[in-house]
């Protein structure tokens, strides 16, 4: 009688990101640390100091093959300057730093939502953008919102690869599992 063995195939998680250079993430950070200051004794959630493009979830094995798609999609976009600016809010929930000229970022959340059909439950960013603050109470957004509506923020850069963060089954950390460089190349599918 053959024994039958089996290996494990884990279920990752994956986040796509455009990941701004130190000085703007410093930037950013300073002001959700300021938010955070301002408004003590409130639990706010805030996001990581970049913008969401795309998540979803694999097995190890099938891991290549997405990796594969999205890295196309890199290499056939051109790099594109970013300008955020302002804040603006979403649903009375969330505080965040809007992107001036969204185009580019939904050219590129378009493609990589096309390289992602073939993936079940795959999530795409429909409003790329950096939160400060979401989560909050209705209280906590009219008393933060009354003075974000005024305040302003700018900082521009050059968006020049996409990341690939891989978040291992049991683990809480993610790590960077490929920066994709955009290039510009003619691609054919």
Not at 48 to 61: D, G, H, V
Not at 103 to 132: C, Y
Not at 165 to 179: D, N, P, T
């Amino acid at each position: 009688m053959q024994e039958l063995i089996t290996t494990y195939d884990p279920l990752n998680d994956y986040r796509l990101i455009l990941d701004p250079p130190a000085v703007v993430k410093k930037k950013i950070a300073a002001e959700k640390t300021l938010f955070d200051e301002q408004y003590k004794g409130m639990v706010i959630a805030g996001g990581q100091a970049f913008i969401y493009l795309a998540e979803f979830s694999r097995r190890e094995t099938e891991e290549q093959a997405v990796v594969d798609e999205i890295s196309r999609v890199a290499l056939g976009f051109m790099p594109f300057k970013l300008h955020l600016k302002s804040f603006d809010q979403l649903e009375q929930r969330e505080i965040y730093i809007g992107i001036e000229d969204q185009m580019p970022v939904q050219l590129l959340s378009d493609q990589v939502e096309h390289a992602l059909l073939s993936v079940p439950g795959a999530r795409i960013n429909k409003l790329p953008r950096v939160t400060i603050a979401k989560g909050l109470q209705a209280a906590q957004f009219l008393k933060s919102w009354k003075e974000y509506e005024k305040k302003s923020f700018s900082a521009t850069f050059v968006a020049n690869e996409m990341l690939l963060l891989k978040r291992m089954e049991g683990f809480s950390s993610w790590q960077i599992l490929k920066r994709m460089a955009f290039q510009n190349l003619v691609m054919t599918y």
